[in-house]
């Protein structure tokens, strides 16, 4: 095998799986837990060698001869709810999971990218910089964000983070996550809304420096995200931890108004109260740092939000088509 994808059936996960299809690799370990959502879905136009289950997977692992030829792993298999309370299964699923695997790759030498995450960041108090010296001062807000930030931790201890690679992804949408339930994108949101109500429901804002559904965020089409990926998958010497962003803050309205323009109707916004849950560990702004990509060589300009929600709406969720389908 010469790739192997974890989280393969995930929004990010199945996107890396068609975009190593698109530069003519097929011969792909595809690995995931299915359980019983409809996340089987996004697998079905994808072309791969194999698939197994995670605990299958793991099995294999320490019998020790299943990554034997792999010369890539595109590990972005994990709990990825923001609002997950069971930190017990976020460590074991995030943090123990990863460790295994990245000690058995770079055992034996095979390129590893991990998924990070931008909510490592937390408050954005430190800044949005990838920069492994400056992780210790990291607070992220919630379970999921410090889940990820242990094995960031871990790996810049034991060293691993000179051989290793692990990706900060921002708030990433577009095909392939109508299985994510509540975690779906505002994207994903505004178009059943707008379709079903003709009106899109916003947070109202509780930050006297924010307005309501001025609240910014640093979007990424998902396609955007896994080019990243890839070039950094071909290039064994940019270890550490990198941003993948668009490097530009933009509204929730400026979202929500792209999303009623790719429909052709009119915008129609509704502000409501935010649960009581999540106001402790909302993030009023987040921008990611994409100075240390673009000295890496990465030269693309992501796709606008306008483009990129247009595509993802009137390309894939308007008429029910997955990446591959096209």
């Not at 910089?129 to 210790?136: C, P, V």
């Amino acid at each position: 095998m010469k790739y192997i994808v974890t989280g393969a059936s995930g929004l990010i996960g199945s996107a890396a799986v068609w975009a190593l299809n698109k530069a003519g690799e097929h011969d792909i370990l595809a690995v995931d837990h299915l359980g019983t959502s409809e996340k089987w879905k996004n697998l079905r136009a994808l072309r791969f060698t194999d698939y197994m289950e995670r605990d299958t997977f793991m099995e294999y692992l320490l019998q020790g001869d299943i990554l034997d030829g792999v010369q890539g792993i595109i590990h972005m298999g994990a709990c990825s709810s923001t609002t997950e309370t069971d930190a017990t299964y976020l460590v074991h699923n995030n943090f123990e999971y990863t460790k295994t695997l990245a000690e058995l790759a770079a055992a034996k030498g095979i390129r590893f990218i991990y998924a990070s995450s931008a909510a490592t960041y937390g408050d954005g108090e430190q800044g949005y910089k990838d920069d492994e010296s400056q992780i210790e001062k990291l607070r992220p807000l919630n379970m999921y964000g410090y889940s990820k930030q242990m094995f960031d931790l871990w790996a810049k201890k034991n060293g691993l983070l000179k051989e290793i690679t692990g990706v900060k992804f921002t708030n990433v949408y577009g095909p392939n996550e109508l299985h994510k339930g509540g975690m779906r994108s505002m994207v994903c949101r505004s178009f059943e809304q707008i379709r079903d109500n003709g009106c899109v429901n916003l947070f109202k804002s509780y930050h006297p420096d924010y307005a309501d559904g001025e609240q910014k965020r640093d979007f990424l089409y998902v396609k955007d995200a896994v080019d990243m990926v890839l070039f950094l998958l071909e290039r064994k010497n940019l270890t550490g931890l990198y941003n993948i962003g668009s490097g530009k803050a933009e509204t929730w309205n400026q979202l929500a108004s792209a999303a009623f323009a790719a429909m052709g109707r009119e915008v129609k916004i509704n502000y409501i109260e935010m649960p009581e849950h999540l106001k402790g560990k909302y993030q009023y702004y987040t921008c990611a740092d994409m100075a240390k990509m673009r000295a890496a060589g990465y030269t693309k300009e992501p796709t606008s939000l306008e483009d990129a929600i247009k595509d993802d709406i009137q390309v894939y969720l308007q008429p029910g088509k997955f990446l591959g389908d096209e």
